[in-house]
């Protein structure tokens, strides 16, 4: 009888196909978390809003200002210089030159400003309205690093069965070529095996092309090259979605969503702008104080700024200064009418965030269920599957398969492993979505993640 693929063999290219690279894990590979930390250091969409949110602390800064004394300096020196004709009688003795040096501090201390207290709130929300975003930059970047990190591991998983696959069909081919060879098959079983290896070596470059890809961008995200994802360890259990109920994740989404509380700060900024507006009724009330020192110098007699003698003069004063507009065009009622407006646009975008954060999660959790039922549909396909082709294997030494049979099975099974391979990292892509979608997604959500991974 012509050899056929032992069982041993066969066992070892279905471990190959089902597990990928997972039994040859590089010895340096880098978890999610780790990566995270590099992304960080270097994507720059992020690195954009983190400098946007550290402007916004500067801007606060500037509007404590306001609420704060003010300090001024002024120094000035003038030249004059006078020479009368003389046959003006009273200017015998006033020709000549003289100088006037001065220097003035003055200062304002804001007693009353209705203005200046609402610009300093509106800072504050802004200032909160800044971190909200960095918190959805962070939570983009930990999404879209987990995709490029799960996409190289599918493709290598891909490359995995694409490389078992052509390997279990060359030795179906084998078999076939020897089985003409002694007369016990037709030409037909070596052509349809020669078909099959000849796709799957196609299909074996496309799939490496594929990773090579994959590869790239993940490398360019982190800004590293040949990083080295960790495959999941197997056996894995899925961890379950806590809190199990839609309307949970719901609930959390429109009270904690970063998208939903930036609405409600700028909701907030809008209903202090009405107040700022309203605020040009009203009047300031200020403490000033101001001092001056003056050095007159030059010929005696001859009349300055400061009189016809020379020497230092000193003035001060204090008090309290009162400013408040009693008619402006119409220019507040009507920014008081703009405001109002702006703050309804303010309120309808908050309903919208709410709304949008409410679909997005739903959505998000129904596609999570689909993938964890999906990767349970798969397990139980992968074990028929195996057993299918162990029969087909069976029936076809015995003669009632032919080897057309064999490869349809060994087709099957492989692209069932690649495929629960694939719905497993969905699986956690989706949760790590969810939590997204909820507004939760942190940091420490890529450390669970990890814990699915090899060491």
């Known amino acids: 009888m012509p050899r056929r693929p032992t ?5 070892a290219l279905l471990l190959a196909a089902g597990l990928g690279f997972g039994l040859t894990a590089p010895l340096h590979a880098q978890t999610l978390a780790e990566l995270f930390e590099a992304a960080r250091t270097y994507d720059a969409t992020y690195l954009a809003a983190r400098a946007q949110a550290d402007a916004a602390q500067y801007r606060k800064a500037q509007a404590d200002a306001l609420a704060r004394p003010t300090l001024g300096l002024q120094a000035q020196t003038a030249q004059t210089y006078r020479d009368q004709p003389s046959s003006i009688p009273s200017a015998a003795g006033n020709d000549g030159s003289g100088n006037v040096t001065s220097a003035a501090l003055s200062g304002r201390y804001p007693l009353f400003n209705r203005a200046n207290d609402a610009s300093i709130a509106q800072a504050e929300r802004a200032l909160a309205v800044a971190q909200a975003e960095l918190t959805l930059a962070e939570q983009d970047l930990i999404v879209r690093l987990s995709q490029a990190y799960f996409d190289v591991l599918v493709a290598i998983e891909t490359v995995a069965t694409a490389k078992a696959s052509k390997a279990a069909i060359a030795e179906q081919l084998a078999a076939a070529r020897r089985n003409f060879e002694v007369g016990t098959a037709t030409i037909t079983d070596t052509r349809e095996a020669q078909a099959r290896f000849d796709l799957a070596r196609a299909q074996e470059i496309s799939a490496e092309n594929d990773l090579l890809v994959k590869r790239i961008a993940l490398d360019q995200l982190v800004g590293r090259t040949g990083v080295q994802p960790r495959p999941l360890a197997l ?12 309307d949970d994740w719901v609930g959390l989404a429109e009270s904690a969503h970063p998208q939903v509380r930036r609405a409600q700060l700028a909701l907030d900024v809008a209903t202090l702008e009405i107040d700022k507006a309203r605020a040009g009724r009203l009047p300031t009330v200020d403490v000033v104080a101001s001092w001056q020192t003056s050095y007159n110098s030059g010929t005696s007699g001859l009349g300055t700024s400061l009189g016809p003698y020379s020497g230092s003069f000193n003035n001060g004063q204090i008090g309290v200064q009162l400013n408040w507009p009693l008619y402006t065009g119409g220019a507040v009622d009507n920014r008081i009418r703009e405001t109002l407006s702006l703050q309804d646009k303010a309120r309808n975008d908050l309903e ?6 409410a679909q997005a999660t739903r959505q998000a959790f129904t596609g999570l269920k689909s993938g964890e039922a999906a990767v349970g549909a798969l397990e139980a396909a992968e074990a028929s599957s195996k057993l299918a082709l162990e029969a087909t294997q069976t029936g076809y030494r015995v003669g009632v398969r032919v ?6 099975a060994q087709s099957q099974l492989f692209a069932t492993q690649r495929d629960l391979a694939a719905a497993r990292y969905n699986v956690l892509l989706g949760t790590l979505r969810l939590r997204q979608a909820a507004g939760t997604l942190s940091a420490a959500d890529l450390e669970a993640v990890s814990r699915l991974l090899q060491p």
């Open 7 to 11: 069982p041993r063999r066969l066992t």
């Open 235 to 246: 056996p894995v259990a899925l961890p379950p979605t806590v809190p199990a109920g839609i």
């Open 352 to 357: 919208a965030a709410r709304r949008g954060v």
């Open 403 to 408: 080897n057309l049979d064999v490869l349809n």
